[in-house]
């Protein structure tokens, strides 16, 4: 199985830059994921890593050091639909994501 | 295109009734998944099927059951309700090619409550 830690809350302000950090244990790892989820609404696809090292997309960009099980998600000139909360998913080999128990992160002007 | 459609969006139910909660994708996707997510303790999986004719069991299968007569439909069933199972529900459907990112995709969720 995986255990997936992340840190429940965070605040920043507008236009600052917030790393949200995902530590994981794993038994089979085959990829990290991150999700945006807004309140109410489905969890949307951010960004995947399965190599070392950092993906950038936008504003947004991802880490992963799979030596360490640690992966982060930086989010850059925050902007208030930023505000949400950020989920980290480890996938296995049998391809089955295990989520981590979410982020909320609060963007404030 | 319509991605994933769940239905219904919202439902309240008596503890002891039976309810079938539905999932269709039109993405032509070989795999599915039924998540719960509670306050604080994130998404879980409770069955999956990784092609149409089989299905498996995830994190928190009890109480739950599933079919997967075809590739689009993947209904979740709640026997016999109880509070306990209050919670969204949320479909996810993926390729699993093996060969780019297989990402699951999310539909808008059903928000289910047992009393």
């Known amino acids: 199985g995986q255990n997936i830690d992340q840190p429940t809350e965070m605040t920043a302000t507008e236009g600052a830059i917030v790393q949200i950090n995902c530590t994981y244990q794993t038994s089979g790892f085959n990829g990290l994921f991150w999700y945006q ?51 980290c998913a480890v996938r296995d080999s049998d391809y089955k994501l295990s989520f981590g128990a979410g982020t909320t992160v609060t963007v404030r002007a | 295109i319509a991605g994933i459609t769940q239905a219904p969006t919202s439902q309240i139910l008596a503890a002891g009734r039976r309810m079938t909660l539905r999932c269709t994708q039109d993405m032509r996707h070989n795999a599915m998944y039924w998540y719960r997510q509670d306050l604080g303790l994130g998404l879980r999986l409770i069955h999956y099927s990784n092609t149409a004719g089989t299905t498996g069991k995830g994190e928190v299968p009890d109480g739950y059951s599933v079919s997967r007569a075809n590739t689009d439909d993947f209904p979740l069933t709640l026997a016999s309700a109880v509070p306990s199972q209050t919670s969204v529900y949320f479909c996810a459907s993926s390729v699993t090619s093996g ?17």
Not at chain 1, 62 to 86: T, V
């Open chain 1, 37 to 87: 989820q807004h309140a109410g609404e489905a969890p949307t696809f951010l960004s995947y890593n399965v190599l070392d090292g950092l993906e950038e997309k936008g504003r947004f960009s991802s880490f992963l050091s799979r030596s360490k099980g640690y992966s982060y998600l930086l989010l850059k000139e925050l902007q208030m639909k930023d505000s949400a909360s950020y989920l």
């Open chain 2, 99 to 115: 060969r780019g990112t297989d990402t699951q995709y999310f539909g808008p969720g059903t928000r289910l409550t047992v009393l």
